[in-house]
C-alpha cells in the first residue's frame, strides 16, 4: 500500500511479539514500531507517530517489486515473500523466546531472516533506533566491530551475518546485499536495558528463531466451528497482548493512532482495561487456554487490591495504578496530535466496569476454578459498594469527556454485577451476609433502567436517562444477559440500534456529544457485538450473514484495528486492538453454541 507522507496505512500492518513487546510491520517491510524492553516501555521505533524523526528499521528490496505475507500456520511469526523481475526472496520476522532459560541470551531479541528463492534480488536495509520516543540523544558506534546504539541505559546491537557490511553513521546503520537460490542472510537486534548487551552468535539466533516457531506451533486452542480461521488468529493476537511476566493483557500495542484523522481523537491503549475482562476470561475458558485465563484473573485482582473497594478503569501491565497522561513531542500520525503517553481515563468514574469484573468472576468459578477466601472476601465488598455507588453519573463505557450522565449501559452493568454475587454465594462462593441487600439494589436498578432510560419514541432503551439518544454499548445488556423487567424491550432495543447506528455491517457507538470536537470511524467491536446480540435474540441467519461480511474486515494477515472508515476501509484507531478480537470470538463462540441449540 501507498505511503502517505511516509506513513504506511494502518491496515498495512502486521504484528510480532514475545510475551513482552510487540512490533509492527508495514506491508513495505518497515518496522515502524517498537517499545522497549516491554510494551509499554517507550519506543525505539515509533516512525508510526513521526515520519521524520521516530526511527525506523527498514528492509526491502532496491528495485519494484511484488509482495506476499503471511503468518506461518499457527504462529505470530510472519513471512512476506517480496517478488522482483529478477528474482525471489523470503524474509520471516520474529522476536524470538528463548530456548534455554539457563542460556546466556539477549534480553529482548528481533530477527530478521531472508532466504534467497529464485534467481537474485538486491536488498537494502537501515536501522535507525531513537531512544526514549526522542527525549534523549540516541548515540551509535561500534563495540567489538559490532554496530551498537545506546542511550543511558538502554542498548542495542545490530548484529548480522550475510546481510552486507554494515556502515555506521551518525543517526543509522545501513547495510545492503544481494541473495541467490538457497542464501541465507540473518540481521538480528539484541536489546538490553540495565543489563549486559549480548552480542549473539548466529547459530543460537538461528535455533531461537526455529525454537520460537515450534513454541507458537505448541500454542492452540480448542475450536472447531465457523470462522475458525479468525477466531484462530484473533486469539493468537489476543496472545501477542498477553504481558507475560504479570498475566495482564493489554487493550492494543499502540498509542496516539487516531480515531479521525488530524484529530484530537488519539488515546494510549498500551494498558489493560476492567471493561475487557469479561470478555478475556469468556474467550480463554472457552478456547481452552486455562493457564492464561487464570494467570489473567489473579493478575486483575492483584491489580484492582491497589485501589479496593474501588476499581480504576484501568490498570498498568505489571498492576501500578498510575497512569498520568502527557503529550510527547512527536507529529502524530499524519499529522494526528497530540501524542499521548498515559490515559486520563484511569482517573474517570466508570460504573460498568463493576459488572464487568463480577462477571469475569462468575465465569472463572463456573469453569471450575477455586476462589479463595480473601478474594471472596472483596468480590462480596466490591457488590456492596454498588448498593451505594449506582445511583451516581459516571463517564461511561466510552470513556467521554463531556461531563457525567446517568448512562443506561453503566446501570445494567451495577445489575449484572450484582446478580453474578448474588449467583456466587448460592453457590457458597461468597459469603452471603448481604445477599438480601444486593437482591433490593438490583431490583431498584431494574425499575430505574425501566422507568428513566426506555424511549417510547425511539422503542429502544437509550443512551442516559432522559435522553433520545441511541447507544451501541446497550447490546452488552443482551450479551451478559440482563434481565429487565418489562419483557422484549432488549429485543427492540437490538433492532433500533441496527436501524439508528448500523450502516451495512458497520455500527458507530453512539449518536450524541461526547466533549470532543471531530467525529469518528464505526467501532469494529460493535458490528460483532450485534451479531452476537442478532444470535441471542433468535435471529441466527443475520448473525450468520453478519460474520460472513465482518471476518472479511481483516487485513490481509487477519488483524483488525479500532474502528474502521465504512467509505474507504481504512483502518483507525490503535492495532491490534484486544476488543474487536475479543468482539470476533465471542459472536463466533455464541453463534456456534446457539446453532446446536
Not at 530477527?111 to 531512544?131: K, L, M, Q
Request: hydrophobic share 45%; charged share 25%.
Amino acid at each position: 500500500m501507498e505511503r502517505v507522507d511516509g506513513y504506511a496505512p494502518l491496515r498495512s500492518y502486521a504484528a510480532i511479539g514475545d510475551g513482552r513487546t510487540v512490533a509492527l510491520i508495514a506491508d513495505d517491510g518497515s518496522i515502524d514500531w517498537l517499545c522497549l524492553p516491554h510494551l509499554d516501555s517507550s519506543p525505539v521505533f515509533a516512525n508510526l507517530l513521526d515520519a521524520n524523526k521516530g526511527g525506523v528499521f527498514s528492509l526491502a528490496p532496491t528495485v519494484p517489486y511484488q509482495m506476499q505475507r503471511r503468518y506461518l500456520e499457527g504462529t505470530n511469526v510472519l513471512e512476506t515473500t517480496f517478488s522482483t523481475a529478477t528474482g525471489t526472496a523470503r524474509v520471516t520476522d520474529a522476536m524470538t523466546i528463548p530456548s534455554d532459560m539457563a542460556a546466556l541470551c539477549p534480553e529482548r531479541e528481533l530477527v530478521r531472516h531472508i532466504e534467497g528463492v529464485t534467481g537474485a534480488v538486491s536488498f537494502h536495509w537501515s536501522v535507525a533506533p531513537r531512544f526514549r520516543g526522542t527525549q534523549a540523544r540516541t548515540r551509535i558506534g561500534r563495540r567489538d566491530g559490532v554496530p551498537v546504539a545506546w542511550c543511558r541505559s538502554d542498548a542495542l546491537a545490530v548484529c548480522s551475518w550475510d546481510a552486507g557490511r554494515p556502515n555506521v553513521m551518525p543517526e543509522e546503520i545501513l547495510g545492503a546485499f544481494s541473495t541467490s537460490p538457497g542464501s541465507r542472510a540473518v540481521i538480528a537486534l539484541s536489546a538490553a536495558q540495565r543489563e549486559p548487551l549480548v552480542f549473539p552468535a548466529r547459530a543460537d539466533v538461528e535455533g531461537r528463531l526455529a525454537t520460537t516457531i515450534d513454541w507458537w506451533n505448541s500454542w492452540t486452542i480448542d475450536y472447531d466451528g465457523p470462522w475458525h480461521d479468525g477466531v484462530e488468529r484473533s486469539a493468537l493476537a489476543l496472545k501477542l497482548l498477553v504481558h507475560a511476566p504479570s498475566g495482564a493483557v493489554a487493550a492494543a500495542a499502540t498509542t496516539s493512532l487516531p480515531e479521525a484523522l488530524g484529530g484530537e481523537r488519539n488515546w494510549d491503549y498500551r494498558f489493560s482495561w476492567v471493561r475487557d475482562s469479561a470478555f478475556i476470561l469468556n474467550a480463554l475458558l472457552q478456547l481452552g487456554r486455562s493457564d492464561e485465563a487464570e494467570a489473567f484473573f489473579w493478575w486483575v485482582m492483584h491489580a484492582s487490591q491497589r485501589t479496593h473497594p474501588h476499581l480504576q478503569v484501568l490498570y498498568r501491565l505489571d498492576g501500578d495504578s498510575r497512569a498520568a497522561e502527557k503529550s510527547l513531542d512527536l507529529a502524530g500520525y499524519r499529522g494526528s496530535r497530540p501524542v499521548r503517553v498515559g490515559n486520563g481515563a484511569a482517573a474517570q468514574a466508570q460504573l460498568d466496569i463493576y459488572g464487568d469484573l463480577l462477571q469475569a468472576a462468575w465465569l472463572f468459578a463456573e469453569a471450575g476454578n477455586s476462589i479463595d477466601a480473601d478474594i471472596a472476601r472483596r468480590l462480596a465488598e466490591i457488590a456492596d459498594l454498588v448498593c451505594h455507588i449506582w445511583t451516581e453519573p459516571d463517564a461511561g463505557l466510552w470513556e467521554v469527556r463531556s461531563g457525567s450522565e446517568h448512562f443506561t449501559q453503566s446501570k445494567i452493568m451495577c445489575w449484572i454485577a450484582l446478580d453474578r454475587a448474588i449467583r456466587l454465594s448460592e453457590r457458597d462462593v461468597l459469603p452471603d451476609a448481604r445477599a438480601e441487600q444486593w437482591r433490593e439494589q438490583a431490583k431498584n436498578i431494574q425499575e430505574f433502567v425501566d422507568e428513566h432510560c426506555w424511549s417510547s419514541t425511539k422503542r429502544s432503551y437509550v443512551r442516559f436517562a432522559g435522553s433520545e439518544e441511541l447507544d451501541a454499548s446497550l447490546l452488552l445488556g443482551v450479551l451478559f444477559e440482563y434481565v429487565p423487567l418489562v419483557e422484549g424491550r432488549l429485543e427492540a432495543t437490538v433492532e433500533a440500534i441496527r436501524d439508528g447506528l448500523a450502516h451495512g455491517v458497520f455500527v458507530y457507538r453512539y449518536a450524541g456529544d461526547d466533549g470532543l470536537s471531530g467525529k469518528e470511524g464505526a467501532f469494529l467491536a460493535c458490528s460483532f457485538w450485534l451479531a452476537e446480540a442478532f444470535a441471542r435474540v433468535g435471529r441466527q441467519r443475520e448473525a450468520v450473514d453478519l460474520m460472513d461480511e465482518l471476518v472479511l474486515l481483516a487485513n490481509d494477515v487477519g488483524l483488525f484495528a479500532e474502528e474502521i472508515d465504512p467509505t474507504s476501509g481504512a483502518f483507525l484507531g490503535n492495532l491490534p486492538q484486544a476488543l474487536t478480537h475479543l468482539g470476533l470470538i465471542s459472536a463466533a463462540l455464541a453463534i456456534q453454541r446457539r446453532s446446536h441449540q
